[in-house]
């Protein structure tokens, strides 16, 4: 995968990747695909064999793949999560934040562009899966962990 961009140290997943509708049956499925309109709240009893999701996005303007992310990161999901297809520079900033650390544009992009766009905002306005303090609770001495 030649535009594979990873926000992760480990080593990217190896082997096939099943379909979400083959996964569940598979007992050794290691890796799956999740496709608009499927319900990432399925995996959830599967989280501790998967090591890579793939979130698909055949148009950008599909956004339903930001939801199954953060299901699955709010589930405690630690594994890849990878989005794939029609993946834009702009949203990448915004696709970490609901969880993703791995992206597969079907076009490359810029690796000075990515390093920008992840840059973008250095302050966040609310709670989100990557675990940045919200403005508001430094501007009040709050902890982003507890509320303390």
Do not use: K
Request: glycine residues 10%.
């Amino acid at each position: 995968m030649t535009n594979l961009i990873r926000l992760r140290d480990d080593a990217p997943a190896a082997g096939p990747v099943a379909t979400f509708d083959a996964c569940c049956d598979q007992s050794n499925a290691a890796a799956v695909r999740i496709e608009p309109g499927d319900d990432a709240r399925a995996l959830i009893p599967f989280l501790d064999r998967l090591t890579l999701v793939e979130v698909n996005f055949p148009v950008f303007g599909d956004g339903r793949g930001y939801s199954a992310a953060r299901i699955l990161r709010e589930a405690g999901y630690t594994g890849e999560i990878r989005a794939v297809g029609d993946v834009l520079i702009d949203q990448l900033n915004n696709m970490r934040r609901c969880g993703f650390d791995g992206f597969a544009p079907d076009t490359a992009l810029d690796m000075d562009g990515v390093t920008a766009a992840m840059q973008t905002w250095p302050e966040v306005y609310q709670a989100a899966t990557d675990g940045r303090n919200p403005i508001w609770n430094i501007r009040h001495g709050i902890g982003a962990d507890n509320g303390s």
